[in-house]
């Protein structure tokens, strides 16, 4: 499996399990990510985003995102979206 950064965690909102990330590429829902730092190591699909508070199914680099997070995550955490790699058959 291959990874590519796509944000960076701007916040954690403990009281909710909610991360707030700023991306740098594109994250839809159902993408399983990897959430790495110093003391974060967990991966988890994607299984809702919203922008303002409004659900979205997708969102591009540049833009403020919420998801629900299964662990803790901190501030200046790495997001990576894992890619299935096709076979070149």
């Known amino acids: 499996m291959k990874e590519e950064m796509v944000g ?5 909102y403990s009281h909710l399990g909610v991360v ?3 991306l740098k ?3 839809k829902v159902g993408d399983k990510i990897h959430i790495k730092g110093h003391t ?14 409004h659900r979205v199914e997708s969102a591009k ?3 403020d ?3 629900k997070v299964a662990e803790h ?12 790699e096709k076979d070149a058959a």
Do not use: N
């Open 65 to 67: 995102i919420g998801i």
């Open 40 to 53: 974060s190591d967990f991966t988890q699909k994607v299984d809702s985003m919203e922008i303002g508070h």
């Open 8 to 12: 960076v965690v701007r916040h954690y």
């Open 25 to 27: 590429g594109e994250m």
């Open 73 to 84: 995550a901190r501030e200046h955490d790495e997001v990576y979206k894992i890619v299935e």
């Open 20 to 22: 707030g990330i700023i």
């Open 61 to 63: 680099g540049g833009e």
